[in-house]
């Protein structure tokens, strides 16, 4: 079966829509006849277990990477290593002349997967995009009452109250409405959270009284199926031979060992028990390429790695206090000793590769002297207690958490700031975090869809004070603008607003731009067809052992 190919590319760097009415059609693809996988196993030395397996419901790379690109699909995809926008499982698609109404065509004779769990009785149609995206959408969907959780990106982006309907005009073909026009809508169709899931299972579970099972026991569509997961220790897949799109599954069995320890991902990757691992610590990168039975590709990361001041927690509701602790911060000798060559050191709310960063923001200067006076100014002149989160895994915006917190600390304390390190295991610092918990946190984010408004709305915007924006940062007058860009087409009128938030958040100081690091993915020399994810999660789409 061929390959489905764009008649034109959708570039997201600058998807803007410049006619009204514009269509994008791709050629299709028909379902796949089920394939004879390689009898190989992958296994992939990863450095934390996923907090469950419904992506909806998460917004880190762990669980994206164990189950968003490997269980499932979504109705467009991003081309695997890049930011090109391609058909999912909708093979073509028409935009409304108000850039409203988007109508998506289904692709025919794709299955779901067949487990030991559950034995799908038809292929994906409608009904699956409508009850996908109705639970996130409304608040009395069946599936959302019977197993109720949040959906942070769905709010995040702004979705929760721009996405007026969704309505499946015949079996294969699904209409979505906004309220208003939305630049970044399709490229956040292909966001891990916009995975498709199976109606007729989630029927079967809430007809058992199992919706939750939904997060233990995933059914998807996508290139790997789920087999079985122990936390902590192993998630084990099997190839899908049935998957629509051929070339994409190359091994029969996908393993993922979960090795916390840095140390011991890489001595498993040397001693060949995995093939592929994630984060190494920056002192043995040099080691680790000059390995004759490793590769070592890499790239610039379109990342950020920042400490996150919670504005809803007295004294960091005060600008003045967040200004002082910012200056207090020793940046260049953090970006030194915990990046050691793999990093540069952030200005802004976003990297500088994305395209309305703005290249005059400047830092303000390291000085204590001045970050006591402010203090004071504040009215804490003998400085304050808090708690600092530092995360307890690495994460490719942030390799040692712990170092950067215990320098940061060193730092506070030359201005009377007495800072107590806390951290929790991953899954509950992310879930306490969002709670609002924290009064300073080491966090950060890699980009999921190339556009501006993921870091802006998803970082500091009011729709996002209870997902990412670990800030709690509710502005209006940047609020204002960040909404504003999200609802024009028109890039230099997108681009000046952005501007404009930029400054507003050098002034405000929600959070403090530590650094954007390098991406290094080490390998054996005997895998083939690994791209680096610019989003960030590791993906196994076309990856084989020779």
Request: charged letters at 20%; aromatic letters at 12%.
């Amino acid at each position: 079966m061929p390959v489905c190919r764009p008649l034109f590319a959708v570039r997201l760097a600058s998807f803007i829509l410049t006619a009204a009415g514009a269509a994008y059609a791709f050629l299709g693809c028909g379902g796949a006849q089920a394939a004879e996988l390689p009898a190989k196993t992958l296994v992939y030395c990863s450095d934390a277990s996923p907090a469950g397996f419904d992506p909806a419901q998460y917004t880190t790379s762990v669980e994206f990477s164990a189950a968003a690109y490997t269980i499932y699909n979504r109705l467009v995809e991003f081309e695997h290593g890049g930011t090109q926008v391609e058909p999912g499982l909708a093979q073509s698609w028409e935009i409304s002349d108000d850039g409203r109404v988007y109508t998506f065509h289904l692709r025919h004779g794709v299955r779901f997967h067949s487990t030991a769990y559950f034995k799908p009785t038809r292929d994906f149609d409608a009904d699956d995009v409508v009850l996908t995206f109705e639970r996130m959408r409304d608040p009395n969907n069946a599936l959302r009452l019977a197993y109720p959780v949040a959906f942070p990106y769905f709010n995040d982006l702004g979705l929760a109250k721009n996405l007026a309907k969704v309505e499946k005009l015949d079996p294969y073909t699904v209409r979505m409405t906004l309220n208003t026009v939305s630049a970044p809508f399709l490229s956040e169709l292909a966001m891990p959270f916009a995975s498709i899931l199976s109606a007729e299972y989630a029927e079967a579970l809430m007809h058992t009284g199992k919706a939750a099972d939904l997060n233990r026991y995933p059914i998807g569509t996508g290139p790997f199926v789920f087999h079985s997961y122990e936390k902590d220790a192993t998630i084990r897949y099997d190839g899908n031979p049935d998957y629509w799109k051929s070339g994409v599954v190359r091994v029969s069995k996908l393993v993922f060992q979960i090795t916390p320890d840095p140390a011991v991902r890489e001595q498993k990757l040397k001693d060949n028990e995995c093939q592929v691992m994630n984060y190494p610590r920056p002192a043995d990168i040099a080691a680790l390429s000059q390995d004759p039975n490793l590769q070592m590709p890499h790239q610039v990361g379109f990342n950020l790695g920042f400490l996150a001041y919670n504005t809803t927690h007295k004294p960091l509701d005060n600008v003045d206090v967040r200004r002082a602790l910012d200056m207090a911060i020793d940046k260049p000798a953090i970006v030194k000793s915990v990046y050691q060559g793999a990093g540069q050191a952030a200005v802004g709310p976003m990297p500088p590769t994305q395209w309305p960063y703005d290249a005059a923001l400047k830092d303000a200067p390291y000085d204590p002297v001045q970050a006591k006076a402010l203090l004071a100014k504040a009215g804490y002149p003998d400085g304050f207690e808090l708690t600092l989160w530092a995360m307890p895994v690495q994460r490719p915006y942030n390799p040692n958490a712990r170092l950067m917190a215990e320098m940061i600390q060193a730092d506070w304390a030359k201005i009377g700031v007495r800072a107590q390190i806390t951290t929790y295991e991953w899954g509950e610092y992310v879930k306490r975090a969002h709670a609002g918990e924290h009064d300073a946190m080491l966090i950060g984010f890699t980009g999921d869809n190339g556009d501006p408004d993921n870091w802006l709305g998803v970082l500091l915007g009011c729709a996002a004070v209870h997902g990412s924006n670990f800030s709690k940062w509710c502005y209006k007058p940047f609020d204002d603008l960040i909404v504003k860009a999200r609802e024009t087409n028109q890039i230099a009128e997108r681009t000046k607003l952005y501007l404009q938030a930029q400054d507003i958040f050098k002034q405000q100081v929600p959070f403090t731009p530590i650094a954007h690091s390098t991406v290094y993915q080490p390998l054996r020399k005997n895998v083939a067809g690994f791209k680096i994810d610019p989003f960030g999660p590791t993906q196994f789409w076309g990856v084989g052992l020779k």
